[in-house]
């Protein structure tokens, strides 16, 4: 099995891993996301409680960073080493890549019975730094229950409704469509 399909069914494009100086570092001149300072400071506060917990990613051929310009930024206000993996990915794939790479993320929704229980386990937020952050949670996760339950019996289709139903006429070819 060659190195690139490790895993049997996604091809790696993960080519080495090392701890490189933070200043060396170029972000993506293209790349869309920009960070205000409310997330700077939840970054930073991130940093100094957990430490690294995931490794910046540098495409190797380009040198840009691919993900992490964030964390970089605040590694580069310490001077010192970060960890960083290397993908080997074209220019074309970096630019078409970056636009959805966070995007999968986002798109995932809050289980509020399991968030609750999390804060069960570790209290209220008292920290000022993650205040924020965890109200920002908190109201993320009340929206995503409220606009993303799956209802667990489907209503029966109620043909009767198609009578309340107004429809209006194209003039050009007598089509009709509800209004």
């Not at 790349?31 to 506060?45: G, T, Y």
């Not at 964390?71 to 080997?88: E, H, I, L, N």
């Not at 000022?128 to 929206?143: G, I, P, S």
Request: with cysteine; net charge negative; proline share 6%.
């Amino acid at each position: 099995m060659s190195e690139e399909t490790q895993g049997d069914f996604f091809r790696t494009r993960i080519v080495k891993f090392e701890y490189v100086d933070a200043d060396t570092l170029t972000p993506y001149p293209l790349n869309p996301r920009r960070h205000p300072q409310k997330q700077r400071e939840a970054v930073k506060a991130m940093l100094d409680e957990f430490g690294w917990l995931a490794p910046l990613t540098v495409n190797i051929n380009n040198g840009y960073i691919f993900d992490g310009e964030e964390r970089a930024w605040q590694a580069t206000q310490q001077s010192g080493k970060v960890p960083v993996m290397f993908v080997d990915i074209s220019e074309e794939e970096h630019a078409r890549a970056i636009q959805y790479f966070d995007e999968t993320g986002k798109m995932a929704i809050y289980d509020v019975e399991r968030l609750r229980q999390l804060r069960e386990q570790t209290g209220p937020e008292t920290d000022e730094r993650f205040k924020a952050l965890a109200d920002y949670v908190r109201t993320q996760a009340l929206e995503d229950k409220k606009y993303n339950e799956i209802p667990t019996e489907w209503p029966e289709y109620d043909e009767s409704v198609e009578d309340e139903v107004e429809y209006i006429t194209c003039p050009h070819c007598s089509e009709q469509f509800p209004k």
